[in-house]
């Protein structure tokens, strides 16, 4: 009985130990020399089951909200990319049925991904000691067709500087 006993806690015991996980609250950091990007947990960003909506239902999805800061006293030429991620066994959203919006301190621009040149959402130039702050939002096109349906976009941030 003390073996039966001692073996279904066993089993209880593995199970919890290996299904246990814990979300970090800690904001990512990417440095490259001054410049660095502050992302939140979720550094994916993530079009899965969405439907074609309009540009003002759009911007109210979710947000992904990041930092680009200089941490030098001398201004950084910089480039912000969106990169696709493609997990295997997915059906991938083209980027003309793509949108998104980008808010740069208070500046906004919305367009489609295909719009985009390799990516590129945007170039500037951040002066030393200063933040940018971000938001970024994707959702697909109302005009999209239906095939758009069941299919994916998974993205991540990509910076480049030069000084």
């Known amino acids: 009985l003390i073996l039966v006993v001692v073996i279904i806690l066993l089993i209880v015991g593995s199970y919890s130990w290996l299904t246990f996980s814990k979300t970090s609250d800690k904001v990512n950091i990417i ?10 947990e979720d550094t994916e960003i993530l079009l899965q089951k969405a439907v074609p909506m309009s540009d003002k239902k759009g911007i109210e999805t979710q947000k992904y909200i990041f930092r680009l800061k200089n941490n030098g006293s001398t201004s950084i030429k910089y480039d912000i990319f969106i990169d696709r991620i493609i997990p295997e066994e997915t059906e991938e959203l083209k980027n003309k ?21 390799n990516g590129k959402l945007e170039s500037g130039t951040i002066s030393g000691k200063s933040i940018n702050n971000y938001t970024l939002q994707v959702w697909i096109d109302k005009n999209a067709s239906n095939d758009v349906m069941n299919k994916t976009f998974v993205g991540k941030l990509r910076i480049e500087s030069t000084k």
Do not use: A, F, P
């Open 31 to 40: 440095k490259s020399g001054d410049l660095s990007l502050e992302l939140q």
């Open 97 to 117: 049925d793509i949108r998104y919006r980008l808010v740069n301190n208070e500046k906004e621009q919305i367009g489609t991904l295909s719009d985009l040149k």
